[in-house]
């Protein structure tokens, strides 16, 4: 009689990156007012290499990096910025999220800036070598650039996801809310605008001097 013989695959084990990832959200969910310190530390992990994620680099084309999702659920987001020669983003902030950014290599610049009114002002510039890992605390206004014409590849994680992130063109005196496939520069399609303002010191003076001359009009009409 003849028997039917049945093959027993076993499962494929998981590779050390994708461990390393399943730890961060292991971390991230089992965690609440300390997740913050423990995401970062899972982001210390040797296995976030640039050779383990040298095929998900974009090159950045006519933006300041190339910008590559590797994980994202409605908690957490994992992105991979592939930094062109002394290429620099806007100044951002992240929306209502909070990261970590580690260097993979190369040479990153990093400047954070405070918000006054229609004006922003750097109060810090930084430089950042491979391996560095900083936070990105939530209200955070910011940006980065590669220091060098050698490669600068970052690792970046975001919880929640970024949602409603505004970048600041300083030159234009504009800034806006950027969709969420949108990284951090001007986007080339209106359809990645979700809305824009006039922004800058040009825009606090041409509203002083409104102001102004509504007082001056009020102060007329009162006295007639």
């Known amino acids: 009689m003849a028997t039917i013989s049945h093959s027993v695959t076993s499962p494929t084990p998981a590779s050390p990156f994708e461990e390393a990832l399943a730890d961060v959200l292991h971390r991230f969910g089992a965690r609440s007012a300390d997740r913050a310190q423990w995401v970062a530390w899972a982001l210390a992990n040797p296995v976030f290499n640039l050779d383990q994620l040298r095929n998900y680099l974009m090159a950045p084309g006519r933006n300041p990096y190339g910008r590559r999702m590797i994980f994202q659920n409605e908690h957490i987001e994992l992105i991979v910025m592939n930094w062109g020669e002394r290429a620099k983003s806007l100044p951002h902030d992240h929306g209502q999220s909070e990261g970590w950014v580690r260097v993979l290599c190369g040479s990153a610049l990093h400047a954070r800036y405070s918000a006054e009114g229609d004006q922003l002002q750097c109060v810090e510039e930084q430089r950042y070598a491979a391996g560095t890992i900083f936070h990105a605390p939530v209200g955070m206004v910011h940006h980065m650039g590669n220091a060098t014409a050698e490669p600068l590849v970052t690792l970046h994680c ?16 504009r800034a806006a ?6 990284g951090a520069w001007w986007p080339d399609s209106d359809g990645q605008i979700v809305e824009t303002r006039v922004f800058g010191p040009e825009h606090a003076g041409a509203i002083s001097a409104m102001s102004a001359m509504s007082a001056i009009s009020a102060e007329a009409s009162h006295a007639g």
Do not use: K, Q, T
Not at 158 to 173: G, N, Q, W
Not at 177 to 182: G, L, Q
């Open 158 to 173: 975001y919880f929640p996801p970024i949602h409603r992130m505004e970048v600041f063109d300083m030159e234009a005196s």
């Open 177 to 182: 809310i950027v969709s969420d496939d949108c």
